[in-house]
């Protein structure tokens, strides 16, 4: 999917994906043969992922560090949990 469809899908703007990009919320988003983005399924479910989180009350500092515990693996789960906002 082009960053336009994403966007489109989401209902998010392309400055907030490629800042997502950016910081190191979304993986790498692979390029086109033009260079354009394509985003694949992986990246489209982070997207939603990310998505979600935010609408929980999750800050982006969080969630920044909840990506990079999550790619660490399985004996951050704790400190994951930890960063989860508290529902009312």
């Known amino acids: 999917m082009t960053i336009d469809e994403v966007s489109k899908k989401f209902n998010l703007t392309k400055d907030t994906l490629r800042y997502w990009e ?3 919320l979304l993986p790498e988003i692979q390029r086109n043969q033009s260079g354009y983005r394509d985003y694949d399924e992986h990246a489209v479910n982070w997207v939603y992922y990310i998505m ?7 800050s982006i500092e969080s969630l920044s560090e909840f990506v990079k515990l999550l790619r660490e693996g399985d004996q951050t789960i704790a400190a994951r949990k930890s960063l989860f906002p508290r529902l009312h």
């Open 52 to 58: 979600v989180l935010r609408k929980a009350g999750m």
């Open 22 to 24: 950016r910081i190191g």
